[in-house]
């Protein structure tokens, strides 16, 4: 009979990695210290990772060498040491010869990242689709490429040692390449996205082209736009309570309660200091915004500071060059809210909609203020279509609101608000006066 002492057994279950975050203060910084660093921190939860310590200094501008002042970096060093840290989280974008200069102060045990990488690993772990993947494996290779050094030493299986901020370019089998690989590479993946691009134009134009009113879900990440589409649409889109969640945009369709129906697209979440190149890097998902008649800005009510979060997307919309496109500002999860909050968040935002997704409340307003602007973007017309051509009066019925129908002797006059794009199809009909 074996001896159990000689054959110990070990757990399988895997441990998270030891993370210690580190933020910096600018005197015009929106955010506090502490806000900056507890979005930091959500990151790194859904990143799998554990936050044992978490340190900030108030500084002009970052230090060239180390990103935080000399001092600063000592002390985080022995932090590492004394807290047994396994990554240290920059909660900003670090240089790669900051990044170097830090890993050689904290030791070969520990990994340096930034706020980029870590986000860049949360993107690898939750990208679903093809595009999806696609998209997040250019950003990674556009990140790597200016931090190569020698033959990828750092980013070695026994150096980096798995876990977060080790998930780029998963999936592939080389990663001691020079710099004219990486190059080649996003150029592949940048064909292969143009192509996938193609096929989603060609969607978004049979979309247009069909006369249905397209709505863009936008908003921070986690403000429960997954849930709003899902309630609204009864659709079974990935909900979680975690940043990014879902990276991939998804399209549902929804009947007003009028008959028009619409499309409803729910799109990646937005965060303070999101990278430039995942913003370019997601430009096909993105272009669903574009190419929206409506944007729904979804923001959590629940959340104190809601108002950073605010312009934050804000931010993102503006470089998305989206500011003629109608938008409605609708504030979520107003269930988590007292009464007296709720009513002082309506007091002062009269111009937002307020709803709860998962308590389904006031969901009706929100249908009736899209309602209202999609009437407005149509075109009121009187129209004679003649008996032969009834079929064209089934097209009204089906894609146009119907204010007024009755059968004359040479056919039938209707008055109707028609989508932009049947204008053009039904001026031939086009009568004087109602």
Known sequence: MPNPGRFPLKSTEEVPERAILVGIVRPDSPLSADETLLELERLAHTAGVEVVAQTSQRLEKPNPKTFIGAGKAEEVAQLCKALSADVLIFDDELSPSQQSNLEKMVGKNVKVIDRTALILDIFALHAKTKEGRLQVRLAQNQYLLPRLRGMWAHLASNRMGGGVGSRFGEGESQLEVDRRMVRNRI????????ELERNRSIQR???????????????????????????????????????????DST??????????????????????????????????????????????????ASYENFDSQIQAVDDVLASLKVEHIPRILVFNKIDLLSPESLNALMARRSDAVFVSAKRRLHLDELLARISSIAAAQDELMSLLIPFTDGKDVSLIHEKCTLLEERHEADGTHILARVPQAF???????ATSSG
Do not use: W
């Open 187 to 194: 150029t592949t993946i940048k064909r292969e996205l143009k």
């Open 205 to 247: 134009a049979s979309r247009s082209s069909s006369g249905i009113l397209r709505v863009a879900l936008a908003g921070y990440t986690n403000a429960g736009k997954s849930s709003l589409l899902n309630t609204l649409c009864n659709a079974d889109v990935l909900e979680m309570d975690q940043l990014f969640a879902t990276l």
């Open 251 to 300: 399209t549902r369709k929804l009947t007003l309660p009028e008959g028009r129906e619409i499309t409803i697209t729910d799109t990646v979440g937005f965060i303070q200091k999101l990278p430039t190149m995942l913003i370019e890097s997601f430009k096909s998902t993105l272009d669903e915004i574009r190419e929206a008649d409506i944007i729904l800005h979804v923001v959590d």
């Open 423 to 429: 204008v053009p199809y039904f001026e031939k009909y």
